[in-house]
């Protein structure tokens, strides 16, 4: 079954980094677009980061290009989100798709001082 298992959240400082991790099995990873999305408290899940399947092609949301970096190992069936310069509008649970339907637990992503 398809299984995706998300890490590296955790409490940063503004202006600190993350480096987010999914681990995906049960599908053909490697034909499969990822995208990470986040949902804050009290707010619908938005999408941040899509990667196409070979990795040659991504999108970002407004809110974070030039920040965040979206990329793959499909030799590793996982895919990461580099977190850079985060700010207090970024807390979120992350989580990673590349199923329709399918969703892994998240991971929790606090920004603050």
């Known amino acids: 079954q398809v299984q995706l298992v998300e890490s590296g959240g955790g409490l940063v400082q503004p202006g600190g980094s993350l480096r987010l991790s999914c681990a995906a099995s049960?599908?053909?990873?490697?034909?499969?677009?990822m995208s990470w999305y986040r949902q804050a408290p009290g707010k619908e899940r938005e999408l941040v980061a899509t990667i196409t399947s070979a990795g040659s092609m991504t999108n970002y949301a407004d809110s974070v290009k030039g920040r965040f970096t979206i990329s793959r190992d499909n030799a590793k069936n996982t895919v990461y989100l580099q977190m850079n310069s985060l700010k207090p509008e970024d807390t979120a649970v992350y989580y990673c798709?590349?199923?329709?339907?399918?969703w892994g637990q998240g991971t929790q992503v606090t920004v603050s001082s």
């Open positions: 798709n590349g199923v329709s339907g399918y």
């Open positions: 049960g599908f053909t990873f490697s034909r499969a677009r």
